[in-house]
């Protein structure tokens, strides 16, 4: 899908409150109280605060009232620090349009969960002189400044349900004309958790995806599903602090994170200027990730983190509309993205059993075992046999599949001799049973050692390469 294609959400966003589907309730409150203000007996709570869960029609209510009602809407973002300046600006002009008879205002704070807690005194002293309708909308009615809660009114809006969102998609593929498998319909509304806008997404997503690629689609979806999303919220927001908080749940390293969002600020940002200050905090990230990565600091991860969330968001001005996530160029072949990582956990793992490391240490010794892997082929067959690796491991950890197949025949033949040891250790221990069977209960004391201490020698070289394995890499690079 392309940028320029209208977002179904805007498409099919409700124009009256009446269409708003399951928050009947909550529209009945919005409406007495914006009737009050227009009978000329503004309520006693002067600001209304919509607040409920994402994608419910909170946004959809003020702009289909403004609509009813003949406001013009100002809309605001709670969490820009400017926002309370910008307000008394338009709030002086709303003043001046008013005597020259001008359209009504209403002014609208969106995120007003998030907002500075400097900004939220401003506000409310702006509730309190208000002329105008204010309508904050929020995610996290606690979350709201106690001062400005004090002064308003709240409407509660519901999670909708499945059978509301399957609702709302059957309309809108009948007003497209097409149709998808009832169960794919039934899968994107379950996916979305009652969240209309992120079930409209998915459907456009899947109905101009291809129907036969939906399945793929939603499968990668549901495993990729938090970076999609994650990321969405990056690009969607101006907001530091938002940004920051909409990765914490992806499942993925910092440096995959920064290829996903390295690919999509060009579909996001469109004046130059804008993306070369996205791209330098993606930059000044890497630096981070390097650093992070030579020293063994991984507590560096989070300034990287921050600098490709936060640093990327308020680069500049993003394009309106619908924003599309793009997997990364680099791993976009879905099965390959997948095999690498499959390997790198199966490889993770061993490194931790075998080594007894934590997942980060594992990890910082995978970066090792590459640098040995590229220059070492003799250690590095030493380590597939300790790691008792496998050849697609190898060939993942050795980047190449010609280095990898060299370290893999030189670590045979280090199985080959390890064998050939055990086969000794048995035939010494075998001729110590002969001895001792020939000479019966006589067996000498002497007899009996010479047998062990053969034994042993063999033993001692298999102990060598085990205790390898209770101890960490650098103790095995000392041998
Ligand atoms: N109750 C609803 N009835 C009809 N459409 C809805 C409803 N809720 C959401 N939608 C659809 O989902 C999209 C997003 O809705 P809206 O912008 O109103 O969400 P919101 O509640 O403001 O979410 P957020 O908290 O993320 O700002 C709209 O385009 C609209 O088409
Ligand atoms: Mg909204």
Known sequence: MTMSEVPWVEKY??????????????IEQVRAWVEAWLHGNPPKKKALILAGPPGTGKTTTVYA???????EVI???????????????????AYTMDILGKRRKLIFLDEADNMEPTGAKEIAKLVDRARNPIIMSANHYWEIPREIRNRAQIVQYKRLSQRDIIKALVRILHMEGVTIPKELLYEIAKHANGDLRAAVNDLQTVVTGGVEDADRVLAYRDTEKSVFQALAQVFA???????????????MFPHELLQW??????????????IARAYEALSRADIFLGRAQRTGNYSLWKY???LMTAGVAVAGVKKKG?????????IKLLTESKTERTLRDSVLKKIMAEMHMAKLEALETLNYLRAIFENNPEMAAHFVVYLDLDLKEVEFIAGDPERARRIWARSMNIEKRMRRETELEARAREAARKAGEEA????????LEEAEKEIEAVGKKKEEKRKGKQATLFDFLKK
């Open 440 to 447: 019966g209960e006589e067996l000498s004391g002497e007899e």
């Open 65 to 71: 009232l403004a609509r009813e009602y003949g406001f």
């Open 304 to 306: 990287a983190t921050d």
């Open 237 to 251: 927001t101006d907001n530091a602090k938002r940004a920051k908080i909409a990765v914490l749940g992806v499942d």
């Open 261 to 274: 969002i390295e690919e999509n600020v060009p579909y996001v940002y469109y004046r130059p200027e804008d």
């Open 75 to 93: 809309e605001l973002n709670a969490s820009d620090e400017r926002t309370y300046e910008k307000v008394e600006r338009y709030v002086q002009a």
């Open 13 to 26: 966003r409700p124009r009256r409150l009446s269409e708003i589907i399951n928050q009947t309730k909550a």
């Open 322 to 330: 619908f924003v599309k996530i793009y997997p990364p160029k680099t």
